[in-house]
């Protein structure tokens, strides 16, 4: 399958990536546009998911997030949600000017952090006509009440505190881990199995990848409430794929948020854990997002 480089304006921020053509399709199709979660760069499996679109007939549009990877952006390694949001809608304006997109076929996917995301996207943008958040991330609220002790937490907001005064008198941002081996000490993501996929693929598909993001990155991830919107979803066609045995993004909460949303959903339960959907539960977890999308834009069409 054809694959190229692509770069596009998001006011002002180049962001990069790759375009994946339809495979056996000749004039406009249907597009996947898609990006990664917290901090992960687009080669992490991101190739393998755009190759199963675009063997079903779906073009494919991959970005790193500002801030990472390959796209522009300062301060590095900063994630600010509400922007990604924005920065998905500019790759969808983005696919639209490409001869090979029907830009009334445009489906959004997303994973763990850009799940939730995706979420919002479906509610906000009607230029999206199908939905699939994979082991997303639906409140950042009560996702840092899973995973931080509530002892640590006031710890958390004086170093919260200490960072905006710091930046207030003109110091650059502090920075925190994404992941530690020790799942007690500071980390954006203090789970052991988010060490062991971070830093094993980092190491194997992505040296680009950086343990680092902006404190206040942590900050916003907790103001952050994707399922505030997914009752507004609908009519647009909403797949969530949610791991049972997910400790990052625990399952409960996104089944929680599943219930609220309306028809047209479906709800797929993976037997394994978070980041399973990337390598060993690959074939469980891309099978029905590509036959969501084939269903909902028409990829044999």
Request: glycine letters at 8%; hydrophobic letters at 40%.
């Given at each position: ?28 199709a249907?597009?996947v ?6 901090s992960?760069?687009k ?15 779906l ?28 920065d998905?809608?500019?790759?969808i ?8 997109v029907?830009?009334?076929?445009i ?5 763990s ?6 979420l ?6 009607r ?10 991330l ?27 005064a ?14 530690a ?6 980390s954006a ?5 988010s ?41 647009t ?9 997910d400790?990052?993004?625990?399952a409960?909460?996104a ?30 977890a891309?099978v ?8 909902h ?5």
């Amino acid at each position: 399958m054809a694959r190229r480089d692509i770069e596009f304006d998001a006011e002002g921020v180049t962001l990069r990536g790759w375009f994946y053509d339809a495979d056996g399709r000749s004039g406009a199709a249907p597009t996947v546009v898609m990006a990664h979660g917290f901090s992960a760069v687009k080669e992490m499996y991101l190739d393998k998911f755009a190759e199963t679109f675009a063997a079903a007939g779906l073009n494919a549009l991959v970005f790193d997030n500002r801030n990472f990877g390959a796209s522009d952006g300062e301060p590095r390694c900063e994630i600010d949600p509400v922007q990604q949001v924005r920065d998905y809608r500019h790759a969808i304006t983005y696919a639209g000017t490409l001869d090979e997109v029907d830009p009334t076929r445009i489906g959004v996917w997303g994973s763990s952090y850009s799940g939730g995301h995706v979420l919002v996207l479906g509610a906000i943008d009607r230029r999206v006509q199908a939905v699939v958040a994979q082991v997303p991330l639906v409140s950042g609220s009560a996702n840092i009440a899973e995973l931080v002790r509530a002892d640590f937490r006031a710890g958390f907001r004086q170093m919260f505190d200490d960072d905006r005064a710091a930046r207030f008198r003109g110091d650059p941002p502090a920075m925190v881990p994404v992941v530690a081996e020790d799942p007690l000490a500071p980390s954006a993501l203090p789970t052991p199995d988010s060490w062991t996929w971070f830093t094993e693929t980092g190491k194997t598909r992505a040296p680009s990848w950086k343990n680092e993001v902006t404190l206040r990155t942590v900050e916003m991830l907790g103001e952050y409430e994707p399922a505030a919107y997914i009752a507004r979803i609908s009519p647009t066609p909403l797949l969530m794929v949610v791991a049972r045995e997910d400790h990052l993004t625990p399952a409960h909460l996104a089944i929680d948020a599943y219930e609220r949303a309306r028809e047209p959903k479906r709800l797929v339960i993976l037997p394994s854990g978070h980041f399973d959907a990337y390598v060993d539960g690959f074939d469980e977890a891309s099978v029905p997002a590509r036959d969501w999308f084939v269903e909902h834009l028409g990829a044999g069409r």
